[in-house]
């Protein structure tokens, strides 16, 4: 199985991206998901957390009412929608799966930047 992030790129402080992770080789609809990212030099944190069918989700203090994480069990894909990014949002953003194993994507830069 593994996990394929999409959809990181430059935006603007105050603007808006949706990154995407694709789910294949894995019972999906089983597996919790995570965002988490990492800036440079910083350790990897948990920004963003859904529970298996969606019913549960959790999210880190600094990205509360500006990401949502969200998830389509139909197309293996899980989101996190950020709006009212900020300069101290910039990093690579990573995918994670959990269930009886685990599966970690291979991260998406998200720069956000004027």
């Known amino acids: 199985g593994k996990v394929v992030e999409s959809g990181g790129g430059l935006v603007q402080p105050g603007g808006s991206l949706r990154l995407s992770c694709a789910a294949s080789?894995?019972?999906?609809?089983?597996?919790?998901m995570k965002w988490y990212r990492q800036a440079p030099g910083k350790e990897r944190e948990l920004v963003a957390h859904?529970?298996?069918?969606?019913?549960?989700?959790n999210y880190a203090d600094s990205v509360k009412g500006r990401f949502t994480i969200s998830r389509d069990n139909a197309k293996n894909t899980v989101y996190l929608q950020m709006n009212s990014l900020k300069p101290e949002d910039t990093a690579v953003y990573y995918c994670y799966a959990l269930y009886t194993r685990e599966f970690w994507g291979q991260g998406t830069q998200v720069t956000v930047s004027s």
């Open positions: 080789g894995l019972p999906f609809y089983l597996y919790a």
């Open positions: 859904i529970s298996n069918t969606g019913g549960f989700t």
